[in-house]
């Protein structure tokens, strides 16, 4: 199955009450202002619809992003998932799905986004530490995580968490151990989000007064892999890295890890530790092959072929053909002795 056809739509900041210390939605959305109108996400889909894809197959999901969905009024939830309705019901999209806050899951809410076609719901969770969630003025709690996971997989609606590195109060062990808790929630899916300086966020004058330190971007890279790494033992996909790059976000970063392909640093990294990993265990003295898979060769190489000079250097690379393969599934490393 190819992946799915997303029409995204922004509703930045509606419905959302609350001020958590890192954020001004508006700049991270790259959202316009203004209340979106069912009209608006009506042609938006009617659109999209009409644009050439790359996979026909791929089932269409219509997102309502940004803000918190469910805070909203029930008027206008209904009003902005009703516009959708009519796509559904012609087999044009295959579901609906949305961001929200996990205080405003109730299990009526969820049986009604069910209803309404909603098939995934995307918590922002951030952590699983009431002390770091305090600390950053989420409002609610790690128990209010799970208790809004468990309401909507009863209601048949998969589950996505998006979580964050080096948010206040933050540190290796309690990311680590969120990381570790919400594998035990069985989200179906996760997206990790390095903490980042935003204009116009509390965040920033706290910043700007010595009051809070962000993530070096190695050390950014480096915990979002190991995170990653919790997720795939537990079959978890990570389907993001990082916040999609904009220029309005580039224009209001003030600090902080942000790099535009910050995921692709990521996966860089780690695949370079897993070849070195097989290098290293290879018996000298004897030519190998090292094959890859085609889709894989950017990260292998690293910026500005970084991980290939780092390999050369260690040696690692003598005596080592290497070959990229269209048929070797992703993020493999296959090592075999080549003919002398
Ligand atoms: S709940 Fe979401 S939209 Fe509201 S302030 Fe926090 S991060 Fe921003």
């Not at 419905?15 to 890192?22: D, E, V």
């Not at 309705?85 to 109730?106: H, K, M």
């Not at 922002?124 to 468990?150: E, I, K, W, Y």
């Not at 530790?273 to 990260?299: H, M, T």
């Amino acid at each position: 199955m190819p992946p799915p056809f997303v029409i995204p739509i922004f509703i930045a900041h509606q419905g959302c009450p609350h001020q958590c210390l890192f954020c001004n939605q508006r700049s991270i959305t790259g959202a316009p202002e203004g209340m979106v109108t069912a009209r608006e996400v009506e042609e938006t889909i009617r659109t999209q619809l009409a644009w050439p894809r790359r996979h026909l197959a791929a089932p269409v999901q219509v997102a309502f992003y940004g803000g918190s969905f469910t805070g909203l009024a029930m008027e206008r939830q209904r009003e902005l998932l009703g516009a959708a309705q009519p796509f559904l019901a012609s087999g044009q999209v295959r579901e609906l799905r949305l961001s929200t806050r996990p205080d405003y899951v109730t299990p009526e809410i969820a049986h009604f986004l069910r209803e309404q076609g909603v098939g995934i719901v995307e918590l922002g969770a951030q952590s699983l530490d009431d002390r770091v969630l305090a600390a950053s003025g989420r409002g609610h709690t790690a128990a209010q995580v799970r208790a809004a996971v468990a309401c909507l997989k009863e209601a048949g609606i998969q589950v996505g968490l998006q979580l964050m590195l080096g948010l206040p109060g933050d540190s290796t062990a309690t990311t680590l151990a969120s990381g570790c808790q919400a594998t035990g929630l069985g989200p179906d899916l996760v997206r990790l989000y390095p903490c980042l300086v935003i204009s116009g966020s509390p965040l920033a004058e706290i910043y700007r007064q010595g009051g809070y330190q962000p993530l070096a971007l190695s050390r950014a890279v480096a915990l979002a892999g190991r995170l990653w790494r919790i997720f795939k033992a537990h079959r978890i996909p990570v389907v993001r890295m990082g916040l999609q790059p904009s220029l309005s976000l580039e224009k209001t970063v003030l600090a902080g890890p942000y790099h535009p392909a910050f995921g692709e640093l990521v996966l860089s990294r780690l695949f370079f530790n897993q070849v070195r990993a097989a290098l290293s265990a290879r018996p000298p003295q004897q030519p190998y092959r090292l094959c890859l898979a085609r889709a894989d060769e950017s990260i292998y190489r690293g910026r500005g072929n970084a991980n290939v000079k780092r390999l050369a250097a260690l040696g690692l690379l003598d005596g080592v053909e290497t070959v990229f393969s269209a048929s070797q599934p992703r993020q493999t490393v296959v090592l075999t002795p080549s003919a002398l």
